[in-house]
């Protein structure tokens, strides 16, 4: 997370520390799951070395080297907000493979002997030979460092070689250079996959039994033939028609029902799951509260009797007597379906199929993986062959499927622009190394940016730049071995352009994450294009300035929709003017602020005189509103072409707006939610104002079609919003503030620091 400030942002206090110690320290103790409260632990520990580290002069909060001793360059542990724990990720007790490596080298067991070890003729032939065979593992950046040294050595790089020995020397002793051996070496496919084949075994084979399922199986294969059993013997006293109860039982009635009441007491004991039959005023517990007090020689009152009537008639009623042929089927179905095999059951069989696969990597054909029980598995397991696998497994093994980004979006394996924002690292880093022209360095330069990626963000002031992967010693050590040229060049636009279209097209209601936005920014830099795309900004901690390449960013909108169009008329934008902030500016610019465009963000925010979040997010917005956050630069510099079209986009943009305004209905503390409807709303106007005249009055007159679709609040609240829009694309405007003249027309945008108007509950029609 990138702060914009010159001094202590608000939240890099000790207040916002130890708020989130508490909670976590809440979680550690309280939460059902042993795990989260495990994980939680681990954060409150974390914490207090923030704390500690904080207090003791250690740790600078705010500095790309917040650990005294340590270059920018080192992984370290970083907790949520960017708080540097002081701990280095590749630092701690020896792993279990450098525990082995040590013994299998005869040396003592500590790292820095283990650095030693790599460097002599034995350890350089063993990196060698993971080099060869890409059988290693990077978890963590500095695993690649030894593994680089070892490809220098023999490449003849010698001088270099020494000179990167020479840097990571000083952090042997502490810090994990030792590559950790794998079975299978990385793929290098243009295929990406959720979650590797051995974790989605491991999560079905954790599986344990499913709480809901089992108790309807209790429910339909024992208190349903038990409460069956109990009819029968009340109906042995009931008269002709069922209901009157008036026939003296025969002699043996009350010790059967004694024996009905004993083998209740044991079912109840043995089976726990259903609570439903211990409740008196169920038609099981009348009857089984009768025949107690029948049993113990009670004779049944008239408000007794009255309820075991209603009980008995309304069974009958239901299922038809015992022994008939519709009670009968009924009772055969539910004995079926309380027969069907357990969840668990199923998940261990299907965890036994994956265990046949390769574990590292995803996989290709999921088909045979979910398919019913096959006759063979029916003779190793037991279980019925046909039976069917539940849709919760398959969605677990779908998230192992491996194959082209666009194609998991397309099945909805990738849910959401985080889930793919989580999965992109793994093509940028394959599309990033192509320009290392040895297949050996390739592959370990892939493997260390997939590694780099998963390196958190620190929080920063000054507008200082998170570390890029280039920083890295071992990186800059072989950067001579890059052989960028045209077709590299093209080879990452292509990518640049696919990644856009797939996040744009399948996702036209989200803001694209940062982790997205910094790896199309990585791509595009090894594009040679001048695109600039922009992160969405903190506003807990933004304190005013934002970076030359928002006000670049401002400028590709302006290119793309000056001129007149619905946006630039929706939201009031002089584009002329936004294109003045960027005349003169060199290609390259040096300065690290751009105050012009933050004067004009806050300018259009109504110059908040708070500095709160709620101001801050006001300035954000703006600035998102310019540049339309990235998506003028995706279509007019990288030249995306979504294959929905701008039509369906904006319809699907719409009905996230409508989704989310449901959801604030039902929210104490809507406003975040409202926040995102409007940054839906956004996206719509863009994908509009690309559209001709006529397709996009087609786009409009169809809105409220969709919100009939929803809740009528959802109409209510919307339509200020709706006849804002229409007042626009009739050729009004809004006044200052963004509201008309003309009724209640109101432009939409997501943050106030006055209260919303979207989180009113509208007035029912006809009041007021």
């Known amino acids: 997370m990138d702060a914009h400030a010159d001094k202590q942002p608000p939240n890099a206090s000790g207040s916002y520390v130890e708020a989130r110690l508490a909670r976590d320290f809440l979680t550690a103790l309280t939460d059902a799951d042993p795990a989260t409260r495990d994980r939680a632990g681990e954060r409150v520990r974390g914490w207090r070395r923030v704390l500690a580290g904080t207090a003791a002069g250690t740790l600078r909060i705010g500095s790309r080297t917040p650990v005294e001793g340590l270059p920018a360059w080192v992984t370290l542990d970083v907790l949520h907000g960017g708080f540097a724990t002081g701990t280095p990720s590749a630092g701690g007790p020896l792993q279990p493979y450098e525990e082995e490596a040590a013994r299998r080298a005869g040396v003592p067991e500590d790292r820095e002997a283990l650095f030693a070890h790599a460097l002599t003729e034995e350890g350089l ?8 065979g890409a059988r290693y593992e990077i978890a963590v950046p500095e695993e690649a460092a030894l593994l680089t040294v070892a490809w220098l050595v023999r490449a003849g790089e010698a001088d270099a070689a020494l000179e990167l020995v020479s840097e990571l020397r000083p952090f042997a002793g502490r810090l994990r250079f030792t590559p950790r051996p794998s079975d299978a070496p990385a793929p290098d496919t243009g295929a990406v996959h959720r979650r590797t084949v051995a974790d989605a075994g491991a999560a079905l084979a954790r599986r344990g039994p499913n709480r809901a399922v089992e108790a309807q199986r209790e429910a339909l294969g024992v208190w349903g033939p038990f409460a069956d059993e109990l009819l029968r013997h009340w109906l042995e006293t009931a008269g002709p028609d069922h209901r009157a109860l008036d026939r003296r039982p025969d002699a043996g009635w009350h010790e059967r029902g004694a024996a009905l009441l004993a083998r209740y007491r044991r079912l109840s004991h043995e089976h726990t799951l259903c609570g439903r039959h211990r ?37 009958v009623r239901k299922r038809g007597l015992p022994g008939s042929q519709r009670h009968t089927a009924l009772r055969g179905a539910q004995a079926e379906q309380a027969a069907l095999p357990s969840h668990q059951d199923l998940a261990r069989l ?63 394996v990738v849910p959401s622009a985080e889930a793919m924002a989580e999965l992109v690292p793994q093509l940028v880093a394959v599309e990033t190394a192509t320009v290392y022209r040895d297949g050996p360095l390739r592959a370990l330069m892939a493997a260390n940016y997939r590694a780099f990626r998963n390196r958190r963000s620190l929080l920063l002031l000054d507008l200082a730049r998170q570390v890029r992967p280039e920083e890295l010693p071992w990186v800059r050590a ?149 540049t339309t956050h990235n998506l003028a630069t995706l279509v007019h510099r990288v030249g995306i072409t979504p294959a929905s079209g701008g039509a369906d986009l904006a319809r699907r943009c719409f009905a996230t707006v409508c989704r989310l305004t449901g959801r604030a209905h039902h929210q104490p503390r809507p406003l975040g939610t409202i926040k995102d409807a409007a940054y839906a709303w956004r996206q719509m106007l863009f994908h509009l104002s690309l559209c001709d005249d006529g397709t996009a009055a087609a786009v409009l007159a169809r809105l409220p079609d969709e919100t009939a679709r929803h809740p009528a609040h959802v109409a209510a609240r919307l339509a200020p919003a709706l006849a804002g829009l229409r007042l626009v694309a009739e050729g009004g405007s809004f006044a200052a503030d963004g509201t008309a003249e003309a009724g209640r027309a109101r432009r939409l945008t997501g943050w106030s620091t006055t209260g919303h108007w979207l989180s009113q509950v509208p007035t029912p029609p006809g009041r007021g």
């Not at 009152?301 to 009537?309: E, M, N, Q, S």
């Not at 666009?406 to 099945?411: G, H, I, R, Y």
């Open 125 to 132: 032939t063993e990196l060698w030979a993971l080099l060869d």
């Open 279 to 315: 409740d008196p005023k169920s038609n099981l517990g009348i009857l089984r509260g009768a025949l107690e007090e029948a049993t113990a020689g009670r004779p049944l009152d008239a408000r007794r009797i009255g309820l075991l009537r209603h009980a008995v008639a309304s069974m």
């Open 350 to 412: 299907v965890a036994d199929r994956l265990a046949g696969l390769p574990q590292d990597t995803g996989a290709a054909d999921v088909t045979a993986l979910v398919a019913p029980v096959t006759e063979a598995e029916q003779r190793r397991s037991g279980l019925p062959a046909g039976t069917a696998v539940p849709p919760a497994i398959r969605r677990v093994v779908e998230g192992a499927r491996s194959a082209p980004l666009a194609t998991l979006v397309e099945l909805g």
């Open 478 to 626: 072989v950067s001579a071995q890059r052989g960028e040229d045209a077709r590299t060049e093209r080879s990452a636009h292509a990518t640049l352009r696919q990644l856009g279209e797939v996040a744009v097209d399948g996702f036209p209601g989200t803001l694209l994450p940062n982790p997205l936005v910094r790896e199309l920014a990585v791509l595009a830099r090894r594009s040679g294009l001048d695109a600039p795309l922009v992160e969405e900004l903190a506003a807990d901690i933004f304190m005013g300035a934002f970076s030359p390449k928002f006000p670049a960013a401002a400028a590709v909108a302006a290119e793309l929709l000056g001129g007149g169009t619905l946006y630039e008329r929706y939201y009031g934008i002089d584009y002329t003017a936004v294109l003045a902030l960027a005349e003169g500016r060199p290609g390259r610019t040096t300065t690290r602020t751009a105050p012009g465009f933050a004067a004009l963000c806050r300018e259009r925010a109504g110059r908040p005189s708070s500095r709160g979040v709620a101001a801050n997010g006001m300035v954000i917005e703006q600035a998102q509103i310019l």
